[in-house]
């Protein structure tokens, strides 16, 4: 389709709405989408609640690891 343009590989339909907070992993910073299943991990530090998703097991075991 588009030649010699540069072109985003991911997110090809997304025109319904703008600039959604797409959720993002908290290891390799991959998009996740809303409607997909991923883990998730939760952290309790000086009083903040802070609520970590990854894209995949692989990443939140990575994110563990000191
Ligand atoms: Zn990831």
Request: aromatic letters at 10%; charged letters at 25%.
């Amino acid at each position: 389709m588009a030649e010699g343009d540069s072109s985003a590989p991911d997110d090809p339909s997304e025109t319904g709405g703008e600039a959604t907070e797409a959720t993002r992993c908290a290891t390799c910073g991959a998009r996740i989408g809303s409607t997909a299943w991923h883990p998730v991990a939760a952290r309790f530090d000086d009083g903040e609640f802070t609520l970590y998703a990854f894209c995949s097991i692989e990443c939140r075991e990575e994110w563990n690891r000191p």
